[in-house]
């Protein structure tokens, strides 16, 4: 019998991540439907059942298990999400929903976020048909809707209807084929400054809310939010994104409004965040209102979970293990580990340092890999399971 990773085929690799970049599915302003043919398509043609999980018109996620799923064999899920975010698309040097390949890498939006992690999670599938491989684990792919706004339409509204079940996760976003157990969380807020209006003649006279927000501004940026960093997310961040204030030049401001974006560590709710804003923003002595516009938590699966060694050598060969590292961003991935403490790691070809620039791309080299690691994971993750099935949870 064939080796499963040794009948990955990259080219076909390339031309479902293509198919998928020729799928225009921009969030916003959302609409995942014209993909769900294309991949009702490939997922049918692999044996699977196929469903569409659609909780608002044009919000459609695709549910596809192989195998019965009826709890007599461990059932690994693949969660990717199908929306891509928006273009610039003079800023782009190649059409960006073509899928044009250039000097080894596939270009297009959601080459590498995440198209081509999907495309690579699929290829590993039909490797292990092609091998003539016998599964004994369920696999259930859920390629849902609306990662890039919060997953309200997709993952979360999943898990509202009670619709995830599984006994480990692989998320495959860009992870630069390393093993993602951890991510930051994100608060997005408001914060409006009021001042006193006056003449611009006469500062001093007046009270002037955009030399608050300079200096609001300032200490935001210059904040240690906590005092140590995290062993694989770093120290958390603030980011002042939108600054907006005032009237004219000749008339001192009496109000200006900032928005700022706030990583948070695992562990640490909206509150905490909130009133650590306000503990930056309390002695600088301005008069303001913090509004939140939102917040992902953080999320994280314990190092020491057997299925993140597991995956290491999965991803990395035995010997020499794949590293363990951190996101400092957010993935559906913290649905799965803190609402369902499903394990959950985030592997996946291709960079974050590219995902939503223009000439985003994944190295064709990566999705090989990336799909031959999958192969691998599907052909012996039973195995594992049933070695360690006190530990995994
Ligand atoms: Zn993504």
């Known amino acids: ?109 959601g080459a590498c976020d995440m198209k081509g992690g999907i495309a690579a999670a699929i290829e590993g599938l039909r490797a292990c048909l092609d091998a003539g491989v016998r599964l004994d684990t369920d696999l259930v792919f859920h390629l849902v809707a609306d990662e890039e706004t919060g997953g309200r339409w997709g993952t979360a509204a999943l898990l509202n209807a009670g619709r995830i079940t599984a006994d480990a996760a692989v998320v495959p976003e860009p992870s630069e084929l390393g093993v993602c157990i951890a991510e930051r969380g994100v608060l997005l807020a408001r914060i409006e400054i009021f001042g006193r209006a006056g003449h611009g003649s006469d500062p001093a006279a007046a009270h002037s809310a955009v030399a608050d927000a300079a200096r609001v501004t300032q200490a935001l940026h210059l904040a240690h939010f906590d005092p140590e960093p995290h062993l694989l997310l770093g120290l958390p961040s603030c980011n002042v994104g939108v600054i907006r204030g005032g009237t004219a030049p000749n008339v001192v401001a009496s109000h200006c409004v900032l928005e700022v974006d706030r990583r948070v560590l695992p562990g640490q709710t909206c509150e905490d965040a909130v009133d650590s804003l306000r503990a930056i923003l309390d002695p600088l002595g301005v008069s303001y209102s913090l509004e939140v516009l939102g917040f992902a938590e953080a999320s994280e699966l314990a190092a020491e979970n057997p299925f993140v060694g597991y995956l290491q050598e999965v991803c990395g060969g035995v010997g020499t293990p794949t590293p363990v590292r951190g996101l400092c961003l957010g993935t559906d991935a913290r649905f799965l580990r803190n609402q369902l403490d499903i394990p959950t790691v985030v592997y996946g070809p291709g960079s974050m340092t590219v995902a939503h620039a223009a000439d985003e791309y994944v190295a064709v080299a990566e999705l090989t890999k990336a799909a031959e690691s999958f192969a691998g994971l599907y052909t012996s993750f039973a195995r594992f399971f049933a070695e360690s099935v006190a530990g995994i949870t």
């Open 1 to 109: 019998m064939t080796n499963a990773r040794d009948a990955v085929d990259t080219g076909r690799c390339v031309d479902l991540a293509t198919a998928m970049i020729q799928c225009d599915t921009r969030n916003p302003p959302g609409n995942e439907s014209p993909i769900i043919p294309l991949m009702t398509d490939v997922m049918k043609g692999l044996g699977a059942d196929v469903e569409v999980f659609e909780p608002a018109a044009g919000r459609p996620s695709l549910l596809a298990t192989v195998g019965p799923c009826d709890r007599s064999r461990p059932i690994l899920m693949i969660n990717g999400h199908l929306d891509v975010v928006p273009v610039t698309e003079s800023e782009w040097s190649v059409p960006p929903f073509a899928g044009v390949v250039r000097d080894g890498k596939l270009m297009g939006r």
